[in-house]
Nanobody, 118 residues
């Protein structure tokens, strides 16, 4: 089992930046991939990016590539999402997720709200 706890959400003006963190605990040695998803009001949860826990290769949703950067610190078992040039459409609850498998997310955090004002 792995537990995930996000932090760092908040209110920011359009064009601003935020950095989210996700602290992982438990059986982190089992992890293969970690990442971030978000859910805007009235919309389905969408994947926005992933990073391989070992190796660090990253993958992004087209609409955030170049604005968002995912990184991780395996020594501290922490995942990060650095967001720049935020837009009102980025308003959502952001979730970190993790899995020992490549095809499905097994663990989610509780979510952190990001609100971007115009």
């Amino acid at each position: 089992q792995v537990q995930l706890v996000e932090s760092g959400g908040g209110l920011v003006q359009a064009g601003g930046s935020l950095r989210l963190s996700c602290a992982a605990s438990g059986d982190t040695s089992s992890l293969r991939v970690v990442g971030w998803l978000r859910q805007a009001p009235g919309k389905v949860r969408e994947w926005i990016g992933s990073i391989l826990w070992v190796g660090g290769s990253t993958y992004y949703l087209d609409s955030v590539r170049g604005r968002f950067t995912i990184s991780r610190d395996t020594a501290k078992n922490t995942l990060f999402l650095q967001m720049h040039n935020l837009k009102p459409d980025d308003t959502a609850v952001y979730y970190c997720a993790a899995s020992p498998r490549a095809s499905v997310w097994d663990y989610y955090g509780q979510g952190t709200q990001v609100t971007v004002s115009s």
